[in-house]
């Protein structure tokens, strides 16, 4: 019953994280900023990080399972492209926040909207696989909780950037806001990126 949530809540994951990506794509034709295009980019990395996800957890428990060597080999090769995927993504913006020199324009405020719900919404998903790791203790559940709760907090500093942005836009406030969220952004997908390779070349990642 537990593998059944568990894929489920993967699934879940994948279906309302794919507009993200889309909306701010789209978005950008309207408007754009340095953390907004961060944004974009980190969304497309936790979508196909997670879709990676699904995929593994289906292979291991709905056709019969798969032996350690398989089990480990799969989670080591997903966790380290995921990995080096986050790290390319970061430094890309890494470059684009001082290229960009904190330049505002246009509307944001699809993206703001998208930042705030995919906080709230990525808060519940946080939870939830957090309860699922107690129960199942599965290595896949676990980095997907790391995950959202990452996501949480990064939604929080991305929906305050775009906020000052968007109630003060060409000001000097917004573009140090705007920078540091870009900054921010960057230094996440950094981050979480060095520890998913990390992970992956111990076998997996540890539990939430």
């Known amino acids: 019953m537990e593998r059944k949530s568990g894929e489920r809540t993967l699934l ?8 993200g990506p889309i909306v701010l794509g789209a ?7 340095a953390t907004q295009l961060a944004d974009f980019v980190r969304r497309t990395a936790e979508l196909g990080a997670t879709l990676v996800s699904l995929v593994i957890y289906r292979i291991l428990y709905r056709r019969g399972g798969a032996d350690q060597q398989q089990k480990e080999r799969l989670e080591r090769t997903a966790g380290t492209c995921v ?3 986050m790290c390319l993504s970061g430094a890309a913006m890494a470059l684009i926040a001082l290229l960009a020199k904190g330049a505002t324009v246009g509307n944001v405020l699809p993206a703001l909207i998208i930042a705030s719900l995919g906080g709230l919404t990525n808060l519940w998903f946080w939870l939830r696989y957090r309860k699922l ?3 199942t203790a599965d290595v896949i559940l676990a980095s997907q909780g790391k ?3 990452a996501k949480t907090l990064v939604d929080a500093c991305v929906t305050l950037a775009l906020g000052v942005v968007f109630f003060a836009p060409h000001t000097a406030a917004a573009a140090v806001v705007d920078m540091i969220g870009s900054a921010a952004v960057a230094a996440y997908l950094v981050v979480n990126g060095v520890v998913t390779i990390r992970s992956a070349s111990v076998g997996g990642a540890a539990g939430t």
């Open 12 to 19: 879940a994951s994948v279906l309302l994280s794919s507009p």
């Open 133 to 135: 790791h107690r129960q």
């Open 83 to 85: 990995g080096l995927a």
């Open 27 to 33: 978005a950008l034709l309207m408007g754009r900023s």
């Open 147 to 149: 995950l959202y709760g």
